[in-house]
């Protein structure tokens, strides 16, 4: 049984990035243990903090550290991935040399209201990903366009093409992430 770890980059209650996550997370293995890790909460990371680190970091990082695999889904906001994001990432990699992320599987799913689907945040995603040493599943790419209309009131996909691509999407990461036992 594996272990995977979800983490939304958009920090609002019923966010599109929770769904698309929701969505993917229904196609993994029925034994598989999944945790919604919470970042909203995390202080700015700061250098200065890492001898005495605050609570928060030291719950996220062993968070973190129990999980085999991760499934990452981010808002674009200005063309970058979200603060609480990329301080989540900071947070979890440090101290220096001590990076909980290593060496962990990941699924990189952006989405969008718009048509540009957060293309950008998931390549800046990505790219962060690589430095922390989080092999990296290719394909599918899981650009989100207009996900205001994929998704209900309910957050529930609102067509079965949706709906099936997704699941799709996370079955296909178990498969990847088996390959790092």
Do not use: C
Not at 49 to 65: G, N, Q
Not at 137 to 165: A, R, V
Not at 174 to 179: D, W
């Amino acid at each position: 049984m594996k272990k995977y770890g979800v983490i939304v980059g958009s920090t609002r209650k019923n966010s599109y990035s929770e769904a698309v996550a929701k969505a993917i997370v229904k196609g993994l293995p029925e034994d598989a243990e999944v945790t919604f890790i919470k970042i909203s909460d995390l202080p700015l990371y700061n250098q200065d903090l890492d001898e005495d680190s605050p609570a928060e970091y030291t719950r996220f990082r062993k968070e973190v550290a129990a999980q085999d695999a991760f499934i990452f889904v981010t808002p674009e906001h200005n063309r970058s991935i979200s603060a609480a994001l990329k301080n989540a990432l900071d947070v979890a990699s440090r101290p220096w040399g001590q990076n909980v992320w290593a060496g962990k599987p990941a699924l990189v799913a952006s989405q969008s209201i718009s048509g540009i689907s957060g293309v950008l945040a998931h390549h800046i995603l990505r790219q962060s990903l690589v430095f922390l040493d989080m092999p990296t599943m290719q394909q599918p790419e899981l650009y989100i366009g207009h996900s205001d209309q994929l998704f209900d009131e309910n957050l529930e996909p609102t067509n079965d093409s949706t709906k099936e691509f997704l699941a799709s999407a996370g079955k296909q990461f178990s498969e990847f992430a088996a390959k790092f036992a």
